[in-house]
């Protein structure tokens, strides 16, 4: 099985990429930052490769899909089984305001690459007939569009309209596509934009128990695959609310 996760070398995407390793897969790791995986022994493992990639360049993305899927393999060569989609880009009111350009990378990672990885990846599994297309997405993305809601939360939703769209025009090629929708994961990002401690985020899960739920619904192949249901439950809750109490929504 050959395995490529973007966004793979911290948080979430690298400990998928261990999962992936530890089940005997063949893994290519890729983003922008690759001596992230400094003195991390797995991804010296013959059975890893690493890749300098920036999602949102289009061509970049194609050329980099192209090397992994010609990597060889022990069941075959030429061929690309599953991509993971982690990464993804932050910024918040305050930092627009501050800069307005910082809503660029938030739409050029979240959405347009997105979109940049998954065309690259579906143009290499139609020929097959088979593979699988999986993007991390966010449970802000399921909060209703409100008055002063955050860019994040507009991308997010952007990012579970793309899974849709490419499940369906996929569906005939057997090609499947899955995007998971975490709430508050215990990476070492979250708790850089919280000073340090994300201890006080509802519901926190730890990574490894996020890296199990996202394999899990990977391996059943599930088209969405929401949690925790706590914070699932209070968002739904929250889209009934009437516009002039979301609008007090502190973010």
């Given at each position: 099985?050959?395995?490529?996760?973007?966004?793979?070398?911290?948080?979430?995407?690298?400990?998928?990429?261990?999962?992936?390793?530890?089940?005997?897969?063949?893994?290519?790791?890729?983003?922008?930052?690759?001596?992230?995986?400094?003195?991390?022994?797995?991804?010296?493992?013959s059975r890893v490769s690493i890749h300098v990639c920036d999602i949102s360049d289009r061509a970049a993305v194609a050329r980099t899909v192209a090397e992994?899927?010609?990597?060889?393999?022990?069941?075959?060569?030429?061929?690309?089984?599953?991509?993971?989609?982690?990464?993804?880009?932050?910024?918040?009111?305050?930092?627009?305001?501050?800069?307005?350009?910082?809503?660029?990378?938030?739409?050029?990672?979240?959405?347009?690459?997105?979109?940049?990885?998954?065309?690259?990846?579906?143009?290499?599994?139609?020929?097959?007939?088979?593979?699988?297309?999986?993007?991390?997405?966010?449970?802000?993305g399921l909060q209703d569009d409100y008055p002063n809601g955050s860019l994040y939360s507009a991308s997010k939703r952007a990012a579970i309209a793309i899974?849709?769209?490419?499940?369906?025009?996929?569906?005939?090629?057997?090609?499947?596509?899955?995007?998971?929708?975490?709430?508050?994961?215990?990476?070492?990002?979250?708790?850089?934009?919280?000073?340090?401690?994300?201890?006080?985020?509802?519901?926190?899960?730890?990574?490894?128990?996020?890296?199990?739920?996202?394999?899990?619904?990977?391996?059943?192949?599930?088209?969405?695959?929401?949690?925790?249901?706590?914070?699932?439950?209070?968002?739904?809750?929250?889209?009934?609310?009437?516009?002039?109490?979301?609008?007090?929504?502190?973010?």
């Amino acid at each position: 099985m050959k395995v490529m996760i973007i966004g793979g070398t911290s948080g979430i995407g690298l400990g998928l990429a261990q999962h992936y390793w530890m089940q005997g897969a063949r893994v290519a790791i890729c983003g922008r930052r690759p001596e992230k995986l400094d003195g991390v022994a797995f991804a010296r493992d013959s059975r890893v490769s690493i890749h300098v990639c920036d999602i949102s360049d289009r061509a970049a993305v194609a050329r980099t899909v192209a090397e992994v899927a010609a990597l060889p393999d022990a069941a075959h060569d030429g061929q690309l089984d599953l991509l993971i989609v982690t990464a993804g880009q932050y910024t918040d009111a305050a930092a627009i305001a501050r800069d307005r350009s910082s809503v660029l990378p938030v739409l050029r990672v979240n959405v347009g690459g997105l979109d940049n990885a998954f065309a690259a990846a579906s143009d290499a599994m139609m020929e097959r007939g088979q593979g699988h297309l999986v993007a991390v997405a966010s449970i802000a993305g399921l909060q209703d569009d409100y008055p002063n809601g955050s860019l994040y939360s507009a991308s997010k939703r952007a990012a579970i309209a793309i899974c849709g769209a490419y499940r369906k025009a996929m569906a005939p090629f057997g090609i499947a596509v899955t995007v998971i929708v975490p709430g508050y994961v215990d990476t070492a990002r979250l708790r850089e934009l919280n000073h340090g401690d994300a201890s006080h985020k509802p519901f926190l899960l730890s990574e490894q128990e996020a890296v199990q739920r996202i394999a899990a619904a990977i391996a059943r192949r599930d088209e969405r695959c929401v949690f925790p249901w706590q914070l699932h439950a209070l968002v739904r809750l929250f889209n009934l609310l009437p516009a002039f109490l979301k609008r007090a929504r502190k973010k």
